[in-house]
Structures are given as structure tokens and as C-alpha cells.
């Protein structure tokens, strides 16, 4: 009976955490278990509250400094609520926006190693260094 009981407790309390939490009726501490609200702005929104309840989303945003569109979107799609409504512009739950990749170029292949590339600069011979064929400094391989 007593595990019985224990295992209702349990499922009660797992239920409440994934519960929405609205911000009229919300405590300081249940706005900061939302992920995205600290210490900070949940006492912006509970002075803010003092003035009166917040009509939608939009009262929200304009009431209360550091809640921008953004973030109010996060602060939806984490389970904060004004009135029982979501953020609007907040994607669904179930669908979450994938980022989109950027695609780094590709590398272009190398020769095998004891192979020369070919091509280079414009002048040079097949098989010749940049210093020339003797290894002395600029010019076609001669000598100053």
C-alpha cells in the first residue's frame, strides 16, 4: 500500500514539473525552475505583476525589461504561459526547427605521396622547383 502510494506521489510530481507555469499565477521560485528565467527576471516579473496582471504576450514583452520577442519564444517552448496561451510565434513542441548547415568546402584532393603536383606557377618546367633547377634564387636557373 505505502509503495503504492510512494509510485502516485512520484508520477504527481514528475506531472507538476512538465506542468506550464503562467505568469500571473506563478511564485518567484516556479518562474525560475522555467529554463531561461533566474533570480533577475523573475523579480522583474513579479514587480511588474504588482501592477497588474499581464493581459497577453505582448503586454509582457513591453512590461518587462529583458524579455524581448526572442526570448519570448524560448520562455513559451520551455513552458511559461501568459493566461494559459502560448507565445505565437513560438514553434511547436513537437516539431522543433532544425538550424540549417553551413557546408565547408571541401578540401581539394592531394597527390600520393612521392608525386609532384602539377601545375603551380606560370614559367616553372615540369619537375623544377621554385629556385630552379640548380637551386639558386630568381631567374631560370642561372646564375646573376
Do not use: C, H
Amino acid at each position: 500500500m505505502l509503495k503504492k502510494i510512494l509510485a502516485i506521489l512520484a508520477m504527481l510530481y514528475a506531472m507538476s514539473a512538465f506542468a506550464a507555469v503562467d505568469v500571473n499565477k506563478a511564485s518567484a521560485a516556479d518562474l525560475d525552475s522555467v529554463k531561461g528565467i533566474g533570480p533577475a527576471i523573475s523579480a522583474k516579473i513579479v514587480e511588474e505583476r504588482k501592477k497588474g496582471e499581464f493581459k497577453d504576450w505582448n503586454d509582457l514583452v513591453s512590461r518587462v525589461k529583458g524579455i524581448g520577442e526572442t526570448s519570448a519564444a524560448k520562455l513559451s517552448e520551455a513552458g511559461l504561459t501568459v493566461n494559459g496561451a502560448a507565445y505565437p510565434g513560438a514553434p511547436a513542441k513537437a516539431a522543433p526547427a532544425k538550424a540549417e548547415k553551413r557546408r565547408r568546402r571541401r578540401p581539394k584532393p592531394r597527390p600520393p605521396p612521392g608525386v609532384r603536383a602539377q601545375g603551380g606557377r606560370e614559367g616553372r618546367r615540369q619537375g623544377q622547383g621554385r629556385r630552379g633547377e640548380e637551386g639558386q634564387g630568381r631567374g631560370q636557373g642561372e646564375g646573376r
